[in-house]
């Protein structure tokens, strides 16, 4: 009987398959485990109806295995059976699968048992880095059962396993699990002294150059004031704002959408309040302590101490050890320094957040960038209006009025036109053609000022030389010039 139907579960039918397919090697849940799973809502005893699995079975079709003649027909001679049955090599006392974790954990550790055990002895971690230290820990440190069964192997006198030998060897070393671990604290204390120290440093130099920067502070008023004078009609005033504003500033935009409030505070700082330009100046470390969590410098704090803990209690056991000797001295006060550095930023920072009205639990990764995009919007802002200037000058620069010279330099080109159109028509009045008047009527010179600011300016015999290439003339055709320009008859 199927035990899921003896327990009152819905049983699984078995399925007949007619050939012998491989095992699938996965590791099945209980129905009782189902709950609300994705199983629960499938039903897959429905697809044996439709699904056709005459090609899966085909092409994943075990092949009966074939016989050993020499080993399964054949009976063994004595030489070979004996061969056969002895083992290749020493029999371990260590469980199966135990003993072949420990098979793969050494070769990252290395085999030589002697220099591993002298490393343990002087506390080296040059020679047994923290990595293989706590290999070592969580893996070679024997149980008591097999602490009794190694001894017992070793005292028959007969070859041990290379694998039981070095556990072996390795669990007479005194208080073998309290020095892996202490190792492993030792070695990590460099990194955490090299790293704790300079952030907590940046956390509290950020945070006190915010506290004491008066012209942030400024720039804070006046960004009220522009805040309050927007909300004004509907909300009301505000007495402060969350740092978050910030970003609205360069969020919100004008209707033309080409300016925003950043722009405009920017240019009354400029015009107004010209010292808080250089506000940023104030601000120190910022970028290294946005990158400092204070969760994680508390817990390298605690590491340290453990460290010190640690030594602490093995300078019990041995009080001339040198390497611990070394570590009181040169080590524990650098620890007790990070400490009290690491708790005086923890201050600064708290002092920081409640001065401007954040969260006490916000994070420096959280609350630093806030300022720095600050920092960075109102250096745009102030890229954008210079921009906005040199437009602005190169506009007026188009500009005739611009330029009281550009007048009297339009005059005197047009005067020379003027004189050319004149020799023209004596040119032509020369000549076979018709009778010419050499007065210009009236309004001929506003039309030759306005045909100048339309068009590029042309030197007056090219002009004249490619028209008379446009009409196929020559020099002596002036009748035909003068044809062409109705407003010299």
């Known amino acids: 009987m199927n035990m899921a139907a003896a327990v009152g579960f819905p049983s699984k039918r078995r399925l007949t398959v ?6 699938l090697n996965w590791a099945p849940i209980p129905y009782h485990r189902i709950g609300n799973t994705v199983f629960k809502e499938i039903n897959d005893e429905q697809l044996y109806e439709v699904l056709d699995f005459s090609a899966f079975e085909k092409a994943f079709r075990l092949e ?3 016989p050993v003649a020499s080993t399964l027909n054949t009976p063994l001679r004595p030489a070979e059976r004996r061969e056969t049955s002895k083992p290749k090599g020493p029999m371990t006392v260590l469980e199966a699968n135990r003993h072949r974790n420990l098979v793969i954990a050494l070769r990252r550790v290395g085999t030589d048992i002697d220099e591993i055990i002298a ?9 047994l880095p923290s990595e293989k230290a706590e290999i070592l820990s969580n893996e070679f440190v024997a149980s008591p059962e ?3 069964l190694l001894a017992k192997q070793h005292s028959t006198g007969k070859k041990m396993d290379d694998l039981d030998m070095f556990l072996y060897q390795l669990s007479r070393v005194p208080r073998l699990k309290a020095r892996l671990k202490l190792m492993s604290l030792l070695d990590t204390c460099t990194d ?27 720039l804070l008023e006046i960004i009220l004031a522009y805040g309050n004078f927007m909300n004004s009609q509907k909300r009301g005033g505000a007495y402060g704002f969350k740092l978050s504003a910030f970003d609205r500033l360069v969020d919100t935009k004008s209707k033309t959408k080409t300016e925003t409030i950043m722009h405009f505070i920017v240019r009354d700082v400029e015009r107004k309040f010209p010292d808080v330009l250089a506000f940023a100046n104030d601000l120190i470390s910022l970028s290294k302590a946005a990158s400092v969590s204070l969760g994680n410098l508390e817990l390298d704090v605690a590491a340290l101490q453990k460290a010190s803990a640690a030594v602490k209690e093995e300078l019990t ?14 080590t524990q006060p650098k620890i007790e320094k990070t400490s009290k550095a690491v708790g005086e930023a923890t201050k600064s920072f708290r002092k920081a957040t409640l001065y401007f009205g954040e969260d006490a639990a916000i994070e420096p990764a959280t609350f630093f960038p806030i300022f720095i995009r600050l920092v960075s919007a109102f250096d745009q802002a102030r890229a954008d209006l210079r921009i906005q200037e040199r437009r602005a000058e190169d506009e007026m620069g188009a500009s005739p009025s611009a330029h009281p010279g550009d007048g009297a330099q339009l005059e005197r080109h047009s005067s020379k036109r003027v004189q050319r159109l004149r020799g023209l028509t004596r040119h032509a009045s020369q000549t076979d053609g018709p009778e010419l008047r050499e007065e210009v009527e009236d309004g001929a010179i506003d039309e030759i000022i306005s045909e100048m600011k339309t068009s590029a300016y042309r030197r007056p015999d090219a002009g004249y030389k490619r028209e008379k290439r446009e009409l196929g003339q020559t020099d002596d055709s002036a009748s035909s010039f003068v044809g062409a320009r109705p407003w010299l008859k």
């Open 18 to 23: 007619e050939s012998k397919l491989p095992v």
């Open 64 to 66: 009966a295995a074939k």
């Open 119 to 127: 490393a343990i002895e002087d506390l080296d971690i040059k020679k």
């Open 146 to 148: 097999e602490i009794e």
């Open 192 to 218: 955490l002294l090299g790293t704790a120290g300079p952030q907590a440093e940046a956390v509290a130099a950020a945070s006190q150059s915010l506290v004491n920067s008066a012209r942030l502070k400024k």
């Open 317 to 330: 056991h041995n009080a001339t050890h040198p390497s611990l000797l070394a570590f009181m001295r040169d």
